[in-house]
Every structure is written in C-alpha cells, then in structure tokens.
C-alpha cells in the first residue's frame, strides 16, 4: 500500500483509506462488533492505516468510535486515526444549543471521542460542517488548544467551500493557530464540482484533499447495471434511486474504456482519483474483508496517461470555475 503525505504535513496516510460510517450501521455486515472488529483488522493487515469515522457515525452518537475503540486494541499504533466533530444535522444530543465549532462544543466532543475510541490522542481531528455562528478564529483557538495539549496531532475540515477554505488559511496565519491540513469533501467522476474551486485553493494552500463517496456509494466499482446490482448493497437496500437515475450511457462507456485496458471499474476510479495533486487518501467504506481485499488492490492497480485522463474528461467533464466578474 503506498504511503502519501497529507497536505503540507508529515502525516503519512495510506493511498486508500477506510470510511468506518459503517460500523454499526443496521442491517450490514459490521452492525455488530464482531463484524466490525473483522473489517478493521483486515484493513490494518492490507495495509490501510487511515481510518476515518466521526461523532455521530454508528447510527447512535458514539456508536462507530466506541466499535472501533473496541477493534483496535492492541493496534491502535498501527493506524492514522481521523474522526470528525460538530455536523450540524446530527450534534451531540447532550450540546444540541451549542454552537458546534465553539469552545464548549470543541472540548466536551474531544472528550468523548477519545473516551470511545480508548486512545490518548487522535491523529487528525475534523470539523464536519461549518459553523455560521462562530468565528473561524475561535474554532482554530480551541483546536489550537487541543494540539498543545497532545490530546489532536493535526486539524482538518469537511464541506467547506473554497472560500471558507481561504478564510481559515487567512486566520490561522494571523493568529498563528495551526492550520488545517485537510478537506474532506465529496468527490468522484460523478460529482466534480470541487474541481471548480475547493482543488485549486486546496492545492494552493497545502491543503489535502479527502474526499468522501468516491466510489459514489458503490456505482463505479463496476457491480451495477441498468438492471440493478447485488442485493445485499447498501444502494439497492437503502438508496435505490441511486441506481435508477445514473447516467448509465457514461457509465457503460466508461466499463468499455476499462474493458480496453484490462481493468476493473474500481482499479480505474481509483487510479483516476490519485492522480489529483491535492489527493491525500481515497476514503473508501467497506463492509466485508474481501471489498477490503478490492480496494486495497486497487491502489496501485493502474495509473492513468495524459490520453487515458483526457478520455475520461470527456466522459465525465470537470466542473469548470466560475467566470471572473471584471467590474469587482
């Protein structure tokens, strides 16, 4: 498994990362902590040592973290651990008042999750969405705080724009608060809109680049059709439509492009997202050892020639930037 730097950091992160949404997610695989413990460990033995999960992961607060920190005893040395605070659609229900980028919110979070996990520090600490009501500035002061203390090694955010992006680069700078390394944001061959704004300032900043649904919840590892797909999968049991309205023209054009190079559908996306000079680790969620198996594979699998991107451009067109408006 190929090791790359997050961002401007020293934190080294494996080319493909395990998204852990699914521990104790009802009716997989990994509800249960024996399931869970068994993927994790799978993933640690192939090679994955980003895990990322959050707060509110686990379909009950705490759920994933306090699974994981179940599965990782014992390894926790062996692995990255990133975990997420503070969305605004599903807080702590014990701080549902609370600004969740303030203070308050920060320390009675960290708390928890270090609690759940049974770790003494966490490697990569995420805030999930942004807070419209707190100043960026107080945020990175009190996660300035936490990586003095040891309890966070490094900051990252999730969903923030480009702008939000820029502004938190500005603060940190003038109150010289550690800066974030991160971005998490949604990112595949069907949603590029990051490639817009939220890349370039990425790139720009030594931000890295995490990006969630890269796989887009399973439609481009090749397992769907027109016709459905497995169903056991969490599109077929949970999120049909998914399925139902793909651009399956694209889709099967891009099956025939694999079929030309000897590939599968997931080694394509895969090869496709490592690429981006901002891409830190591809986030991939999994629910059995042998998906695992797959996207660990996959990491080194194929890389793409400036043909074979310009090929998939044309099947999957970026999101261009906006137009500079003269007058401002």
Known sequence: MPLRPLGRSDLLVSAVG?????????????????????VLHAAIDHGITLLDTAEMYGY??????????????????QVVLATKFGNDGAKNPELLDVPHGSRRYIRASVEGSLRRLRTDHIDLYQLHTPDPETPIDETLAALHELVDAGLVRYIGHSNFSAGQLRDAEAAATASEH??????????????RDADA?????????GVGLLPYYPLYNGL????????????????????????????????????????????????????????????????AGATTVEQIAQNSAAAG????TADDLGEIDELFPPVAAPPVDDEE
């Open 18 to 38: 395990l998204g852990c949404n699914n521990f104790g997610r009802p009716g997989s695989p990994t509800e249960e902590q024996a399931g869970t413990s068994r």
């Open 60 to 77: 009950s607060h705490g759920r994933s973290e306090t699974m994981m920190g179940v599965a990782l005893a014992g390894r926790r040395d």
């Open 178 to 191: 550690p800066r974030f390394i991160s971005a998490q944001n949604e990112y595949s061959l069907l949603v």
């Open 197 to 205: 704004e939220l890349l370039p300032a990425a790139a720009r900043a």
């Open 220 to 283: 481009l590892t090749g397992k769907f059709s027109r016709d459905g797909g497995p169903a056991d999968t969490r599109i077929m049991r949970q999120r049909p439509h998914l399925a139902a309205d793909a651009p399956w023209d694209r889709l099967e054009a891009y099956a025939a492009f694999c079929a030309d190079r000897g590939i599968g559908m997931l080694e394509a996306t895969i090869g496709w997202l490592l690429t981006c000079p901002a891409m830190g680790s591809v986030i």
């Open 301 to 304: 699998a194929w890389q793409p």
